[in-house]
């Protein structure tokens, strides 16, 4: 499966993005989907994933409660709403597809995409 996001951009503190993962060359609906990020000097880290069905959902404690991530298997694609974004928050944000169930692991997933940057000004 190929993966693709997009939405990343300069935002000020406090204020929101929504970033899009469009899928495609399998079907889309059998593979959980994850959302990483990575900022400079640090290792890849969890944000949130989202099951096949899209009834279940998993996030790090630090994005809880101010991200949103969810999925419309009829146009293979899985969102992140990001708000009230902080500094911390700056990152290449990367989605990725695991068959079956979801984990939040990154190297449980089997499919990546490439990143795209989000940076939060203070």
């Known amino acids: 499966v190929q993966l693709q996001a997009s939405g990343g951009g300069l935002v000020q503190v406090g204020g929101s993005l929504r970033l899009s993962c469009a899928a495609s060359?399998?079907?889309?609906?059998?593979?959980?989907m994850g959302w990483f990020r990575q900022a400079p000097g640090k290792e890849r880290e969890f944000v949130a994933a989202?099951?096949?069905?899209?009834?279940?959902?998993y996030y790090a404690d630090s994005v809880k409660g101010r991200f949103t991530i969810s999925r419309d298997n009829a146009k293979n694609t899985v969102y992140l709403q990001m708000n009230s974004l902080k500094p911390e928050d700056t990152a290449v944000y990367y989605c990725?597809?695991?068959?079956?169930?979801?984990?939040?692991?990154?190297?449980?997933?089997?499919?990546w995409g490439r990143g795209t940057q989000v940076t939060v000004s203070s």
């Open positions: 990725a597809a695991k068959l079956s169930f979801a984990t939040t692991t990154p190297s449980g997933y089997d499919y």
């Open positions: 060359g399998r079907t889309f609906s059998g593979y959980a």
């Open positions: 989202i099951s096949r069905s899209g009834g279940s959902t």
